[in-house]
């Protein structure tokens, strides 16, 4: 009996969709403001202020694509999913509740907007702790989960059970790294409001604050995806079925 290929194509698909979330959200940033400078468009001070640029319908369209595909991801368990599901209509929310703007009416959106902006960032940072997960640590509950996501924000990891544990355990650290980045984005970006204005018109803080925050969020995508690290197949291995891939929790 010949052997399925559905399965393959399935991981292959699965695959490719965490890597597709990874290079929209590193490539959003730098390709907004690189439209504004070919347009010579005034350069907004925020990723969030680029609603107000030739670029907006760029803007909504990443921000739309990174909600449904976060909200169409099919998590390992109901926190996975719930927190990927809270991710993507918060990115909806984003869009749709543009940052304060006096030429937008009513005033109240752009108030909501930061509430969608924070919900979407920490879950991002919740995301790359998930991501930390091994085999052995499936099926423990919520409340195991929890504590494994704060010991993973400290760098302490359960030992990666599989062929590459050393492999394993480098792509934990970058997930540490960037959930942490991704929380500095957030903290820094609050703070620079009420940092001198001497320092404020220094650089686009803001901008580059939430910037970290964005690309560290899509690295660790690409590195879930396999994008970078994956593990080396070795030579006399069987091709792994779809389940056995989608249940690692590299």
């Not at 699965?14 to 010579?40: C, E, Q």
């Not at 400290?154 to 980045?181: D, E, H």
């Not at 660790?220 to 197949?233: E, M, N």
């Amino acid at each position: 009996m010949n052997q399925r290929t559905e399965p393959s194509s399935y991981v292959i698909s699965y695959l490719n969709l965490r890597r597709t979330v990874g290079w929209i959200a590193i490539l959003l940033p730098f390709g907004l403001r690189a439209g504004v400078i070919v347009l010579s468009s005034p350069v907004p001070g925020s990723v969030s202020g680029y609603y107000y640029s030739p670029m907006r319908n760029v803007l909504v369209a990443a921000l739309c694509v990174l909600g449904v595909f976060l909200i169409s991801y099919n998590g390992y368990d109901r926190l996975d999913s719930a927190i990927t599901n809270v991710a993507g209509v918060a990115a909806i929310g984003v869009a749709f509740f543009p940052t304060s703007s006096p030429s937008f009416k009513p005033a109240w959106v752009g108030h909501v907007h930061p509430v969608f902006a924070g919900v979407a960032l920490t879950s991002q940072a919740l995301m790359a702790l998930l991501f930390t997960r091994t085999n052995s640590d499936a099926g423990r509950g919520w409340k195991q989960d929890l504590r494994r996501m704060g010991l993973a924000l400290l760098f302490r990891y359960t030992v990666p059970q599989g062929p590459q544990p050393a492999r394993k355990m480098l792509r934990n650290r970058i997930y540490s790294a960037c959930a942490w980045a991704i929380l500095a984005g957030v903290v820094l970006a609050l703070a620079q409001n009420f940092w001198p204005a001497s320092i404020q018109h220094l650089a686009q803080w803001l901008y580059w604050f939430e910037t970290l925050a964005i690309m560290s969020f899509g690295f660790s995508w690409l590195v879930k995806g396999g994008a970078i690290l994956a593990d080396k197949p070795a030579a006399d291995a069987v091709q792994p079925s779809a389940t056995a891939v989608l249940a690692s929790r590299g």
